[in-house]
């Protein structure tokens, strides 16, 4: 089974610069993976942050970004603010399916 | 503007029957694959599967085939979730979302479903 890994949580200062990580079991994560980034805050729905790697959605903050980083995807927060705080989730394609990451919990402080 | 509208909270016992529904609105429903996914409480997302509304073609995540089944009515733009027997451990946050255009990923979601699943 497929397992996608992100670190269990992360602390941060407001105005600093945060990078959370995805990497997956079957080896070197690359753009055929698809990576997205989602966001989630308590009671809320998940909320799309990026797709195919490194490209905004629309709605998405520039503050955002995506990359490969080190043989994983990579979702960078720089500028942080206070309502940033929430947790993350990355997701890869696997051919016919789909695997999240467990999540990665931001802490803003 | 682009809506997914869920289904309202359920609960049900075990060994009972259900179908919760996903309403697809301000876009055209049939091109654009619909995927499911569970969060159960206080964990994290899990993907379950997704089907494309044109032809009902389905793919289920692995781990989840066999336990739920996915289908789709384009006739009134709406994807479905379906259980034959609950669980207990089917006690669960279940969200609808959308695959947007080749390679635009999964952009909009639902409001999400909570199924609790009690005797």
């Known amino acids: 089974q497929t397992v996608v890994t992100q670190e269990p949580s992360l602390t941060v200062s407001p105005g600093g610069t945060v990078t959370l990580t995805c990497a997956s079991s079957?080896?070197?994560?690359?753009?055929?993976?698809?990576p997205n980034w989602f966001q989630q805050k308590p009671g809320q729905a998940p909320r799309a942050l990026i797709y195919g790697t490194s490209n905004r959605h629309s709605w998405t903050p520039a503050r955002f970004s995506g990359s490969l980083l080190g043989g994983k995807a990579a979702l960078t927060l720089s500028g942080v603010q206070p309502e940033d705080e929430a947790d993350y989730y990355c997701l890869l394609y696997y051919g016919g399916t789909r695997v999240f990451g467990g999540g990665t919990k931001l802490t803003v402080l | 503007e682009v809506q997914l509208v869920q289904s309202g909270a359920e609960v049900k016992k075990p060994g009972e029957s259900l179908k919760i529904s996903c309403k697809g609105s301000g876009y055209t429903f049939s091109s654009f694959w619909i995927g499911w996914v569970r969060q159960m409480p206080g964990k994290g997302l899990e993907w379950m599967g997704i089907i494309y509304p044109y032809d009902s073609d389905t793919r289920y995540s692995p781990s989840l085939q066999g336990q739920v089944t996915i289908s789709v009515d384009k006739s009134i733009s709406t994807a479905y979730l379906q259980w034959t027997s609950l669980k207990a451990s089917d006690t669960a946050m279940y969200f609808c979302?959308?695959?947007?255009?080749?390679?635009?990923?999964?952009?909009?979601w639902g409001q999400g479903t909570l199924v609790t699943v009690s005797s």
């Open positions: 979302a959308r695959r947007g255009a080749d390679g635009s990923g999964i952009d909009y």
């Open positions: 079957t080896g070197v994560v690359t753009s055929g993976y698809y």
